[in-house]
C-alpha cells in the first residue's frame, strides 16, 4: 500500500462515513484496507436486492478478522457498516477508486477474493453478485484470469489455469502482506488454503523438480528484515513529526528497505557458440525455454527472473524496450541459420537488441530469488568486452560451459583469464572464488580413462601453479542433455546426480557466502540506524530534562558552525573540480605518449595471431578470427594503460589529495562538534561517527575503481562500443566491405595471404580509432568525474549530517523552552515508549537471525 496516495479528501470522505473526525494519523494502512472491505462486501450482500441472515453473519465474521473485541478498529467497524451502507457508497464507482487508490496490487487481490469467498458461502455464486464482483474487478485493475480462479476456486470446480493459479498464489502471499499486520498474515493464509492445490490436477509424466530450500530461507530472512523496516520507518516518521528525530533517518531507512526488496543473485552463463549453454539452462530451469540447437544459437544477453506470469520484455541498445509475445521470445533470443552456418559478426555486430527479459511464474530456481543472465557465445562476438561487462555487473557466480571433448582452448584460457581480472576488479594474479567451471558433453566421452584425461586437463589449468579459482566444488562435469531428459522423464540417473551436485554447489554459494553476506551488511545498516534512533532520542530527552541549556551566544555560535560546515563542503568540492581537471590534462598528455608506439606494438602482436581456418576456402571466418585478435590486443593495450597509468599513477596520486583535503575538513566538523559538546553535553561525536561509519567505503576505502571492472575495462568498453551500433560494427561493416573481395582465390602463397589480411586488418581498425579519439577524451571525462563525485558526495553526505545535527538541537531547545511542565513530562514518557518499541525491533531481529 502506497500511503504517499493517502490525501485529506480520503480522510474526509472515511470521517463522513464513520461519522467521527478521524486524523491522519488514526488513518493507517489496515483502517483503509478495511473500509474498502466493507464497502465490497456491502455490495455482495445488496446487489440482489435481499439480504439473508447468513450473509449478516458472514459479513461480521469476515470484518472481526481484522480486528479484536472492544478496539477501536473493531468499533470503526461498526461505524463504517453503518455508514457506508446509508450512503450506499458500493454503488459509487468514483469512491470506490478513491478509496483503493492507494492499494497495492495484493491487496485489491485479496479484497476481490473476500467478495468472492462472501458470495459462494452456499457454494454458488449469485449472477448478480458474479456480475458486480467483475465490475469491482475491472475497475481496481485485475486480471480476468485471476476473477476465474477466485471463483472456480470458491465454487470447488476442477477446470482451472494452472498458471493463473500460480499467479494468484503468489499475489496473495503472506509475506506480502508483513508491512499491515500479523492479522493480515493470517487471514491470506487461510484464503490460500481455500484455493485449489496445484498437485490436485493429474500430471501425465512428473517431472523431477528441486526446492533449493536454503535460497528460500534467505528470501524468508530478507522479507522479515524489510518488515522490520517497515516499522522502524513508522516509529521514525512518529518521532519525525514530534521533532525529534531528523528527516534523513527515514531516507535512510527507506534505502535500506529498497534494496532489501530488490535484493536478487544474479547468476551468468558464460562460454563459447555451441557450448550447450542453452541446454544448460533449461536444465536448470527444469523446462525447455532456451532456444536450443546444434549450431551457434544464442544471439543476445538474455535475462531469466521470476515474474507473476510469462512474458517478455526487449529492451533495444536505442533505449527503448517493448513487451513481445512469447511466441517471438525464440526468435529474438536466436542469430538467424544463415548467419549461424555462415559468419556471426556481421549479424552479431548490427543487432538492435541489448537483452532480453524473460519473466516466469513456475521457475523453481528463478522464484528461490534467482536472475540468470544468458550471455552470447562470446569467442565470434565483436563486442566481447562490453559483453562480459553487462553480463558481470552486479553479477554473484559465473558459471562458465566448456565441452570435454575439446575443453579449453586457446580462446577460452583466454576468456577465463579475462574472467578472473573482472570478477577481482582488475586485480590480474589473484584467483577468484565465485567462478564455476563446468564441463559438458561427458556423455560423449566414452571411456573411463577418456573422463580421467578431461577432468587431469581442466583442474591442472584452474588450479594448478597460479590457480584461476579457488573454493570447494568449482569444477563439475555434466551432461546437460542428459540431465534434462532424465529431469523432464521423472528418471535417476548417474547425469542427474552430477548435476543434481552443480546445482547444490551453487545453491551453497550463493546461500553460505553471498547470502550471508548481504543479510549481515543489511543487518550492520539497521544496527546503526537504531543507534542514530536512540541517539537522537536520547538527545530529545536530556533537553526535556533541562540537562542541555543553549545560551544566546551558544546559539551564535552553533549558527557560525552550520555557515563554517557549509563552507567546508564548498571547498571540497572546489578542491575536487580542480584536480578534475588536472587528472584529464595529465591522462592527456599520457595518452599521446602511449598512442604513439601503439600501431607498432599492435603490428608485432599481430604476428603471432592464428586461425584454423584457411584463407582459400574459409576467408570469412579468417578474417573474423584476426578482428577479434585486434581487438583482444587493443582492449589489452587499452587495459594495461587504464590500470598501470591511468589508475595507478594519475588517479591514485590525486586521489591521494582529495582524500587529504576531505580528512582535514571532516577532522575540522569533528572538532567543531566536540566544542559544542563540551558547552552543551551533546553527543554529536557519537551521532556523526556512525554516520562516517555507514559510508566510509565510499570515500575512505574506496577499492575498484571502474564500477570493479578496473579504469582500463571500462575505458576499453567506452572506446570500442560508444557510436550507435558501436566501432567494433563499424571496423566490421568496413572490412567486409574492402577486404571479402580484395583478395582472389587460387593463390598459392597462403602465408602472404594471411600477412595481407592482418594488414588489412590494422590499418582499417587504425583508421576507425584515429576517427574516435573525441570519444575518448569524452570516457575519460566521464570516468574521472563519476570517481570523484563518489567521494565528494559521501563527504558532503556527512557535513550535510553534522549540520542537521545543529538545526535539530535548536529546535529541540526551542520546543522545550514553550512548553510547559506538563508537557515535557509528557513527551519524556512518550520517548521512553519508542525507546522501548526500538528495542523490541532490535531483539525481534537478533532473534529471528
Request: some cysteine; charged content about 25%.
Amino acid at each position: 500500500m502506497d500511503t504517499s496516495l493517502v490525501n485529506t479528501q480520503l480522510l474526509d470522505w472515511l470521517s463522513q462515513m464513520s461519522g467521527q473526525k478521524l486524523t491522519q494519523r488514526e488513518l493507517t494502512r489496515p483502517v483503509i484496507f478495511l473500509a474498502n472491505l466493507v464497502t465490497i462486501l456491502l455490495g455482495v450482500i445488496f446487489v440482489d436486492g435481499t439480504v439473508a441472515e447468513e450473509e449478516k453473519q458472514r459479513l461480521l465474521k469476515t470484518l472481526y478478522l481484522f480486528s479484536t473485541p472492544e478496539s477501536n478498529v473493531r468499533r470503526l467497524t461498526h461505524l463504517m457498516i453503518k455508514g457506508i451502507k446509508e450512503n450506499q457508497t458500493y454503488k459509487r464507482v468514483n469512491d470506490l477508486l478513491l478509496l483503493s487508490d492507494s492499494l497495492s496490487d495484493s491487496e485489491k487481490l485479496l479484497l476481490i477474493a473476500f467478495g468472492y469467498e462472501m458470495s459462494a458461502t452456499d457454494g454458488v455464486i449469485d449472477p448478480r453478485e458474479k456480475q458486480y464482483l467483475e465490475v469491482v474487478g475491472n475497475h481496481l485493475g485485475i486480471n480476468q484470469k485471476h476473477l476465474a480462479v477466485l471463483e472456480i476456486g470458491f465454487t470447488h470446480q476442477t477446470d482451472i489455469d494452472l498458471t493463473a493459479l500460480d499467479e494468484v498464489k503468489f499475489l496473495l502471499d503472506p509475506s506480502r502482506f508483513f508491512e499491515l499486520d500479523v492479522i493480515f498474515i493470517k487471514a491470506t493464509t487461510d484464503m490460500l488454503t481455500a484455493l485449489p492445490a496445484k498437485n490436485e490436477h493429474k500430471v501425465l509424466k512428473q517431472k523431477i523438480q528441486y526446492s533449493y530450500s536454503d535460497l528460500k530461507k534467505v528470501q524468508d530472512y530478507q522479507k522479515q528484515l524489510d518488515y522490520f523496516c517497515h516499522n522502524l520507518y513508522q516509529l521514525i516518521a512518529d518521532c519525525k513529526e514530534h521533532g525529534f528525530l531528523a528527516d534523513t533517518l527515514i531516507n535512510e531507512v527507506s534505502k535500506i528497505s529498497q534494496k532489501l526488496q530488490s535484493q536478487r543473485f544474479r547468476l551468468a552463463v558464460i562460454g563459447e557458440f555451441s557450448q550447450g549453454k542453452s541446454t544448460l539452462l533449461n536444465a536448470l530451469l527444469g523446462e525447455v525455454i532456451q532456444p536450443v540447437r546444434e549450431i551457434p544459437c544464442s544471439g543476445t544477453v538474455t535475462v531469466l527472473k521470476y515474474g507473476t506470469c510469462k512474458r517478455v520484455i526487449c529492451r533495444y541498445k536505442n533505449g527503448t524496450e517493448e513487451e513481445i509475445p512469447f511466441s517471438e521470445y525464440q526468435l529474438k533470443a536466436s542469430i538467424s541459420e544463415d548467419a549461424a552456418l555462415g559468419c556471426l559478426s556481421d549479424e552479431l555486430a548490427n543487432s538492435e537488441v541489448k537483452e532480453i527479459v524473460f519473466e516466469h511464474p513456475d521457475l523453481a530456481l528463478c522464484s528461490s530469488g534467482v536472475e540468470i543472465i544468458d550471455s552470447p557465445g562470446l569467442n565470434e562476438h565483436p563486442d566481447r568486452t562490453v559483453v562480459t561487462q553487462q553480463v558481470l555487473k552486479d553479477t554473484d557466480a559465473v558459471i562458465f560451459l566448456t565441452n570435454v571433448s575439446r575443453s579449453l582452448t586457446q580462446t577460452e584460457r583466454e576468456l577465463l583469464q579475462d574472467l578472473r581480472i573482472q570478477l577481482n576488479g582488475g586485480k590480474e594474479n589473484e584467483p577468484t572464488n565465485n567462478l564455476f567451471v563446468v564441463g559438458n558433453f561427458m556423455d560423449m566421452v566414452r571411456t573411463e580413462k577418456g573422463r580421467e584425461q578431461v577432468k587431469q586437463r581442466v583442474e591442472r589449468f584452474l588450479q594448478g601453479e597460479n590457480p584461476l579459482i579457488i573454493g570447494e566444488n568449482r569444477i563439475h562435469f555434466i551432461s546437460a542433455q542428459a540431465a534434462l531428459e532424465a529431469m523432464l522423464g521423472g528418471e535417476e540417473n548417474e547425469y542427474l546426480t552430477t548435476f543434481q551436485n552443480f546445482t547444490q554447489a551453487i545453491e551453497k554459494f550463493l546461500t553460505d557466502e553471498r547470502g550471508t553476506l548481504k543479510i549481515n551488511l543489511s543487518l550492520i545498516e539497521i544496527n546503526s540506524l537504531i543507534q542514530k534512533c536512540r541517539s537522537g532520542l536520547s538527545q530529545a530527552e536530556k533537553i526535556l530534562d533541562g540537562k542541555i541549556n543553549i545560551s544566546e551566544s551558544e546559539k551564535q555560535k552553533i549558527f557560525e558552525q552550520i555557515g563554517e560546515a557549509s563552507g567546508r563542503d564548498v571547498r571540497i568540492r572546489l578542491v575536487a573540480s580542480q584536480l578534475v581537471e588536472q587528472v584529464i590534462e595529465q591522462a592527456a598528455e599520457s595518452w599521446d605518449e602511449w598512442w604513439e608506439g601503439l600501431e607498432k606494438r599492435i603490428t608485432e602482436k599481430s604476428q603471432h595471431w592464428h586461425s584454423e581456418h584457411n584463407p582459400a576456402w574459409s576467408q570469412d571466418r579468417l578474417i573474423q578470427d584476426y578482428i577479434n585478435q585486434f581487438i583482444r590486443d587493443i582492449s589489452k593495450e587499452i587495459d594495461d594503460w587504464g590500470n598501470k597509468t591511468l589508475k595507478d599513477v594519475i588517479l591514485n596520486e590525486n586521489i591521494k589529495i582529495l582524500d587529504a583535503n576531505i580528512e582535514y575538513e571532516l577532522d575540522a566538523v569533528q572538532a567543531e562538534f566536540r566544542n559544542i559538546e563540551q558547552q552543551v553535553k551533546t553527543d554529536f561525536s557519537e551521532q556523526l561517527q556512525l554516520t562516517i561509519d555507514g559510508i566510509n567505503d565510499d570515500f575512505m576505502g574506496f577499492g575498484g575503481f571502474g564500477g570493479g571492472l578496473g579504469i582500463g575495462g571500462a575505458l576499453a568498453a567506452g572506446l570500442l562500443a560508444f557510436t550507435g551500433i558501436g566501432l567494433v560494427a563499424i571496423i566490421i561493416a568496413s572490412l567486409a566491405a574492402t577486404i571479402a573481395g580484395s583478395f582472389g582465390f587460387g593463390l598459392f602463397d597462403i602465408d602472404g595471404l594471411h600477412n595481407q589480411i592482418k594488414l588489412k586488418v590494422i590499418n582499417i581498425g587504425f583508421q576507425k580509432l584515429n576517427e574516435s579519439t573525441d570519444k575518448v577524451a569524452e570516457k575519460l571525462h566521464e570516468i574521472t568525474t563519476s570517481v570523484f563525485d563518489t567521494k565528494v558526495e559521501s563527504a558532503s553526505r556527512v557535513i550535510s549530517q553534522a549540520i542537521l545535527l545543529y538545526e535539530n538541537l535548536l529546535e529541540q531547545h526551542e520546543k522545550a523552552y514553550q512548553e510547559t511542565l506538563e508537557q515535557r513530562e509528557a513527551e519524556k514518557v512518550w520517548i521512553f515508549q519508542k525507546y522501548q518499541e526500538l528495542e523490541k525491533i532490535k531483539n525481534s531481529i537478533e532473534a529471528i537471525l
